[in-house]
């Protein structure tokens, strides 16, 4: 008897598998996919060989997504030729954009969806087991994944999605295109979900966005619906409600990712608010000012840089330029004591020179990262950029280059790690190391990877003291000083719509 027939004799549930290619925003709408799924009776399946309903969540950001997609899905036509009864279905950005290539390359999928209706993922599974192969892509979707039921790994930390679309015009990204133009999503029914996350026990949010820090601006908010700062343990944060965008004595407001920000932190019970991604060039003095002003707001930024090259900000459409990035960058730090910095690069962007790439090495040398996500440029066919073939930098230099940045990027990192010997951090326990079993892990505030030791295990979500006693340059190591709080979370957030 296989594993997927021990489970089913012993519930007489179906069994689902998701996995998931790609950033946060996929992850996130991987947690709702399996909630609506489990919503639907089904249960998690420990492995996909095991799993009666495999939901392969997609990205199209990168080149290689295509190919591990399509590779899966050779796998799993074996998987379907053994057990027909299995479904298959392909969710995420590379279904949105590439439908009928899907179908094409792989009739064996069962259904197919996009972006915009994760909410009919069950739906959609159960019409396919009913009338064979589906295919549904919305343009787009008033749904918010965060307003459909959840599965969440982490008991103790939340993503909160907090807009969708992108209204920028990358040259390289895709993202416009499949994920359609920039909607927020409502503050109150916001400031309402991150309390509901409270009282479930989690203590860490991050808001979730392509470019969160232009959120609000294509709402408005009635002040007579406006949440009230006041519900027992809230902290009173007038801001919101009276001052700052939200002028007094108006009937409406519009409030701004700085507001938000506030709001959040402010709801009792939430200690850390994280937020990704950012855009430079809607890094302004309000946000700055919303983060120094809001303890729970993490002391750690998310900016990507692209590239620290004019010319070459100029072709991607980025709408700064290094100088103004860096000057940002001053005053986030000015601002905000202690910030840690990460940041995104792309190497060998068409028509990025030597001198293009020199003029990268110097800004990230000067913005002293404390990480980065490094890419060599890959084409991503319907964007601006996978046009400029002419002028596409060969691969053994962008390989070269990658090379010094990841040097540079790696001195930083690890200096900002020494700098911490010594201290003691406050890490947010995420369980046990898997570089060691024997130890924890966790993050500090500034997003610090710690492993530490500790005289009995810690559940995840505890937060504790730790002396830092070592320092590599993409983690720390040390030892228990002491628990300060330990997890409040239940063990398993049941699955309910909100
Ligand atoms: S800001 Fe640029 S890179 Fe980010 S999602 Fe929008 S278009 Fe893509």
């Known amino acids: 008897m296989t594993a997927n027939e021990r489970q089913q004799a012993r519930d007489g549930r179906r069994s689902y598998f998701v996995r998931t290619y790609g950033c946060q925003m996929n992850e996130h709408d991987s947690e709702r996919i399996a909630g609506l799924l489990e919503a639907d009776e089904l249960v998690a399946a420990p492995t996909m060989a095991d ?69 009919r993922a069950a739906e959609l599974l159960s019409d396919a087991r009913a009338g064979g192969p589906v295919t ?25 999605t ?12 895709i993202v416009p295109s499949v994920r359609g133009s920039e909607v927020s999503r409502p503050f109150v029914e916001l400031v309402d979900e991150v309390r509901g996350l409270a009282d479930d026990g989690v203590s860490e949010v991050t808001l979730l966005g392509q470019n969160v820090n232009s959120y609000g601006r294509d709402i408005t908010v ?10 027992s343990g809230d902290r009173d944060d007038a801001h919101w409600r009276a001052g700052g965008s939200w002028a007094a004595g108006r009937r409406t407001a ?58 070459v900000l100029s072709a991607m459409h980025r709408g700064y330029t290094a100088h103004k990035y860096l000057d940002r960058l001053r005053s986030a730090r000015a601002a905000v004591a202690d910030l840690a910095v990460s940041t995104d690069v792309i190497v060998g962007f068409p028509g990025e020179t030597e001198q293009d790439f020199a003029a990268t090495l110097e800004v990230v040398a000067e913005a002293r ?23 596409f930098v060969p691969p053994p230099v962008a390989a070269e280059r990658m090379k010094r940045l990841r040097a540079v990027v790696e001195r930083s990192a690890r200096l900002g790690n020494e700098s911490r010997i010594g201290r003691i951090e406050e890490v947010l326990v ?39 006693r070592r320092a590599a340059a993409f983690h720390l190591g040390g030892d228990l000083v002491e628990v300060t709080r330990p997890a409040r979370h239940r063990t398993r957030i049941p699955v309910a719509p909100r």
Request: charge should be neutral; glycine fraction near 6%.
């Open 51 to 119: 799993a009666d309903v495999i939901v392969l969540n997609t990205c199209c950001i990168r080149e290689n997504a295509d190919n591990k997609l399509y590779g899966q899905l050779g796998h799993l036509k074996r998987l379907k030729d053994e057990r027909p009864e299995v479904q298959i279905a392909v969710a995420g950005c590379l279904a949105q954009k590439d439908q009928d290539l899907v179908r094409r390359r792989a009739p064996h999928v069962d259904v197919v969806f996009g972006t915009h209706n994760v909410a």
């Open 430 to 468: 995420e369980g046990r190391s898997k570089r060691d079993p024997d130890m924890l892990s966790g993050r500090t505030r500034q997003n610090r990877l710690v492993h530490f030791t500790a005289p009995a295990p810690l559940r995840a979500g505890t937060y504790a003291l730790v002396r830092v």
């Open 369 to 391: 990262f404390d990480s980065a996500f490094t890419f060599v440029f890959s084409p991503r066919p319907g964007t601006e950029a996978a046009e400029l073939t002419e002028c």
């Open 136 to 160: 549904e892509i919305l343009p787009e979707s008033g749904e918010f994944p965060s307003a459909l039921p959840v599965r969440r790994d982490a008991q103790h930390a939340a993503w909160v």
């Open 162 to 173: 907090i807009q969708i679309g992108c209204d920028n015009t990358c040259a390289f990204c």
């Open 222 to 231: 009635s002040l007579r619906s406006a949440p009230e700062p006041q519900r």
């Open 254 to 311: 519009r409030p701004l990712f700085g507001d938000l920000l506030r709001a959040v932190g402010g709801v009792a019970g939430i200690e850390r608010v994280r937020f990704t991604s950012p855009h430079p060039k809607d890094l302004r003095a309000d946000v700055i000012s919303a983060m120094a002003a809001t303890r729970e707001a993490c002391e750690h930024l998310h900016l990507p840089l692209q590239s620290g090259s004019d010319a």
